[in-house]
């Protein structure tokens, strides 16, 4: 299978922002994410200096804000890491191949292009009128991590945002019958890389105003045809319709995520109800 990997070895990355707006909004926007960004890799340890992160890079409009905040940040000293941007195309049908490298060595931006017919196993696999996103991931998240391993990176960083964590939560309560999201920093299950999202913390409607002011050049995730009908779809429709009725819910959940009573719950192996009763027994 074909590969393709290009390395600047002394590569210089232009400014990301040379050409952004000027406005005030815009300033506060940018200083929001980054300030959430900031924030993410803090509260979860996620920053070891002199590391080697590999960057997913997909063309939509999570993974180029996520890449150029965090080009931003190492520009200006706050990340002490070296960075590795990676696309996997998986020969997906009218997948525009030109678009990414040119976007990143426009920008002299490190990066590895894979080349993994991953479209046709999925195709192959999935039974007729059933969506391929859950293999097509697990599929590609294989091929991100022996990447990552083959390019000497120690994590592999993602582009998923607040109402991807929130979506996965409420898909885990009504689907699959369990208290579960999608944690901001996570070790696989070989331990040997660890899978980070730093955008945890920021909002999508923020992200996608946040590109097209940046004007990315957006490759959409419909091009196999299989996103009609998805639970996360769903979950997608009542998070929007809860923050229409009442403002800020997004926030207010994702908050209580990070502040858990194990007691309060119904799970014995966190807390120990057997022990607990009062003095007179």
């Excluded at 406005?23 to 924030?39: D, G, H, P, S, Y």
């Excluded at 803090?42 to 150029?68: C, P, Q, T």
């Excluded at 929130?166 to 579960?180: A, D």
């Excluded at 946040?210 to 998070?239: E, N, T, V, W, Y």
Aim: one cysteine or more; charged letters at 25%; a negative charge.
């Amino acid at each position: 299978m074909n590969i393709a990997v290009d390395h600047i070895q002394e590569h210089t990355v232009q400014d990301l922002f040379a050409h952004a707006p000027s406005t005030t909004e815009f300033n506060k926007l940018r200083k929001r994410l980054t300030r959430q960004v900031q924030t993410a890799l803090n509260d979860f340890s996620m920053v070891k200096a002199g590391a080697r992160w590999l960057v997913g890079i997909s063309g939509g409009k999570d993974s180029y804000a996520l890449l150029s905040i965090l080009l931003d940040l190492q520009k200006r000293g706050d990340l002490p890491v070296k960075i590795l941007a990676c696309n996997l195309d998986q020969e997906q049908p009218n997948f525009p191949k030109h678009i990414l490298p040119e976007w990143l060595e426009r920008h002299g931006i490190e990066h590895r292009i894979e080349y993994r017919d991953t479209y046709s196993i999925v195709t192959e696999k999935v039974p007729e009128n059933k969506t391929y996103c859950a293999l097509c991931s697990r599929l590609r998240r294989g091929h991100l991590y022996r990447i990552a391993r083959e390019e000497g990176c120690s994590s592999l960083v993602l582009g998923h945002h607040r109402e991807d964590i929130l979506e996965t939560f409420f898909m885990n309560m009504f689907h699959g019958g369990r208290l579960e999201a999608m944690p901001p920093k996570l070790l696989n299950d070989e331990g040997d890389l660890t899978v980070l999202r730093p955008l945890s913390f920021s909002a999508e409607s923020d992200i996608e105003k946040f590109a097209q002011a940046m004007q990315f050049p957006i490759i959409p995730c419909d091009l196999c045809g299989s996103q009609d009908g998805l639970q996360r779809d769903a979950m997608k429709r009542f998070l929007a319709d809860l923050e229409k009725r009442a403002p800020g819910r997004k926030e207010t959940i994702l908050r209580a995520l990070s502040h858990v009573q194990p007691g309060h719950l119904l799970d014995r192996t966190l807390f120990d109800f057997a022990a607990l009763d009062h003095e007179g027994g």
